[in-house]
């Protein structure tokens, strides 16, 4: 198959809403669906197959050639992609680097980018300091529960691109919906949780954390976001004047494709699937030609060379 469509791992952590289900079209059963990994190889929530397989075990079955020459050397499956439901304040966390999680979690670290699907008005987020602080007056205004007062407030917008990289603290606010694009992790060290009595890792986040203030909006003219680890691009067809799109999947990577909106039909040699908003699509490296007819806001991910 060239063509995979995929079936999110679905996660009820407790600032979730029910958007993803309601709007998205996700399968839950729970009350809670804070989050969908609408792309995954991850042990903790792997994407499956209609099949009931789960794409780790298909690449493995297939060979890595299908996630194309760019990701022959690549420790571990190298990204994932999730759907985020913040019905509330997601908890302020921070991600480590490769270096320091290889070494403390054995897994790799976190490279993340969050683009904006819907946000209330009054909707924020956290990324970074407003200022320079030091060692000392982080871990005191964690004490006195004062950290807010120093974290960089951006007042979210639908199609925001934001970078998070490893080391910038960082929270998402109620209310917000976004894609998250990240490196293939699931290490987060959480500094504060709103009294949600799960563990914080206020040591591991000291040795990690950047002090200073970083620019975290994403301004890129050529793609959506590009950097180390991927390459989004993202796609529109209004149906009436744009209606078709299309492009290659060569040796280099495959293509990840997530439908934000829309309904039509998505091809790639012989096979054809009807999409719709909330699916997501893998088509393996070297797959050639490829088409999407109808229309779609969809946003388009590959793999740069190391």
């Not at 669906?33 to 397989?53: F, K």
């Not at 070494?103 to 969050?114: D, T, V």
Request: contains cysteine.
């Amino acid at each position: 198959m060239a063509i995979l469509k995929l079936k999110p791992a679905c996660k009820d952590y407790p600032w979730g809403g029910r958007r993803l289900a309601e709007e998205f079209g996700v399968e839950y059963d729970k009350k809670i669906l804070a989050e969908a990994w609408i792309l995954s190889c991850h042990p903790d929530g792997a994407s499956t197959l209609e099949s009931g397989e789960t794409l780790a075990d298909y690449i493995k079955q297939h060979s890595a050639k299908i996630l194309g020459a760019n990701c022959q050397n690549l420790r571990d499956f190298p990204i994932l992609i999730k759907f985020i439901d913040a019905k509330a304040n997601l908890s302020v966390q921070v991600h480590p680097p490769d270096d320091y999680a290889l070494i403390h979690e054995g897994q790799l670290g976190k490279m993340e980018m969050w683009y904006i699907l819907d946000a209330e008005e009054d909707s924020v987020l956290w990324c970074g300091f407003n200022k320079k602080i030091s060692r000392d007056e982080f871990i005191t205004r964690i004490k006195d529960n004062s950290l807010a007062e120093v974290l960089n407030e951006v007042h979210a917008k639908r199609g925001d691109v934001i970078f998070i990289p490893p080391g910038t603290v960082h929270a998402i606010g109620k209310e917000i919906l976004t894609v998250e694009i990240q490196t293939n992790s699931n290490i987060t060290y959480r500094i504060y949780d709103y009294g949600r009595n799960r563990p914080l890792h206020i040591s591991q986040a000291l040795d990690v954390t950047n002090f200073n203030p970083i620019d975290v909006r994403g301004e890129n003219y050529q793609h959506l976001a590009a950097c180390d680890y991927f390459v989004v691009d993202k796609l529109i067809l209004d149906g009436k004047f744009l209606s078709e799109a299309r492009g290659t999947v060569d040796e280099k990577t495959f293509l990840s494709i997530v439908i934000i909106d829309g309904e039509g039909k998505i091809s790639c040699g012989d096979e054809e699937f009807s999409y719709r908003k909330g699916d997501s699509y893998f088509i393996t490296a070297n797959a050639g030609d490829w088409k999407i007819k109808g229309t779609c806001h969809a946003l388009l991910t590959t793999v740069p060379p190391l």
